[in-house]
């Protein structure tokens, strides 16, 4: 409900507590109009419910071209992806291969043919999202890279900040943190432009520069796995390479329509013997903890390597805990746009690959929630809830191209939201430039009123009760989810460039004047 008048307050307010009184003593009916009597106090919010019933006609597929179009694992990689935990490439104690020592080593980016890897499209550029989005009648085009960060943070504020799930690891590991990782708890933002009536939700491509050797080495090793060695030798190596034709390397996507929204989810794999329905997974790559961590001066790190299954040091256990704290989550929901089985993770340091091992969603669903069953509601509310910003920030500002940023408050238990209006020429002007360049430049908005803050409150029940804890849902388990979204009015200049500042620069070692430094801290990531 959006409050527009003095009158339709009284009004409402009359009905909720006519409601308020007719509900009985659920504590959950009572709570929902009580709150919908609050909401009326304050002045212009958006607040209701989010059902958790599924409902088979607000959700659809569809697959302009067919699963078994996109590729197999080849090397005999497939006899492993029904096999339980890391797969060696190589023994370590006799340096024999147990897989073909083609997979060994990695090529760099310099030695590929980028003219053989389709360019990656934003959804707001998507000629075909946009038709089937037309057709179905949505309102928002998206993609799994530009939709998980954001969910992953209503989900934080939605569980009410709950950890993961150590409990299976090795005692060395148990005695490390279960909270997400700080770097995957900092601001995210995106784009949302207009388009004919729609509304495309990219990724906020921040600067000239701010691609990394993972990406680049990401989509050359997705072809290792997948093309025969001759054929990669000849098609994608630039020594050998005599096409650019851009079919070498089709891209294949799943869409799936939840209420008005299209989301693409891009396919890299299939195999016909996976069980179940589903025989679809990603393919994603792993870069050793030194890398990660030091990706400005990765090559000083190449020479570690993984060679043992348990422990902290050296080992698989502690790249696939770090995943547990990260990428899972994001993991969780790109599988479940894409109706996909699972992932197929290589684990290398950008010179050589280690191993390999198939995760399924199901695995994951076990170390972030505790079962699928919780997982499936989280989805479903996040994706809800998602929807609700973008319906806020669009109707505020229903010609303009935004930025919609978010942040999951570890003080607050909220969801904070800052939408700015922006031109096309500032983003375009930003994204030509490059990180060092941005960060001389004094902090410039288009004005002050084109940037707003929101704060979203969400509220989950179980069972009726309202949780003031780490939320934890059983299958059988009734989840209710209410929320409150409040316009906070234009943002404070120093709030929002701290906020940005966040978002873009998070690990890198700032000299920020101390009142700039204090208050960054605010959005800092950290979860009390």
Known sequence: MVVQSLVKRSQAVTAAATAASSYGR???ARAAAMDRVGLLRAGPRASGAIDLDFDPSHMADFAPIPVTDTPT????LRDYLQHKGTVRLMDMHTKSHHLTSFLRKIHQPHEINEHAIAPFVPPSKDTTLHEIAVREKCRYLLSTSSVTASLSHIYFVLSRFRTVDISQFSEEVRNQSPMFMTSYRRPVSIIVRPRNGMWGVDADKRFADDTTILSDLGKSIERMLTMEA??????????NSQSNDLSLTPEVYHYRK????????????HDPDLPGEKKSFDLKTRATAPIRFNLSNYEEFMNYRLVHHKGWFRAYEREYYDMVRSVFVKYGFQLRIGNMAGAFVTYHNTDEIFGFEFVSLEEMDRYLYGNSYFADKVFHASINLFKVILDEATSKYPDSTLRIGLYANGTTKDLDVFVEAVDDE????????????????????????????????INTYVNGELSDRPVSVQPGDLMSVQY?????????????????RQTHFYDMNLKLASNVQMSAAKYGGKWL
């Open 230 to 239: 001759n054929d990669f030798t000849s098609k994608l190596l630039k020594a």
């Open 258 to 269: 939840i209420k008005d929204l299209m989301l693409r989810s891009q396919l890299d794999c």
């Open 484 to 500: 409150r979204l409040v316009n906070l009015g234009a943002a404070a200049p120093l709030d929002y460039f701290n906020f940005r």
């Open 426 to 457: 500032t983003l375009k002007r930003q994204s030509s430039t490059t990180k060092a360049v941005w960060m001389e430049q004094p902090f410039i908005t288009t004005g002050q009123e084109r940037v707003h803050k929101y704060r979203l409150t």
């Open 26 to 28: 659920s504590p959950l």
């Open 73 to 76: 694992l080849a090397h005999g």
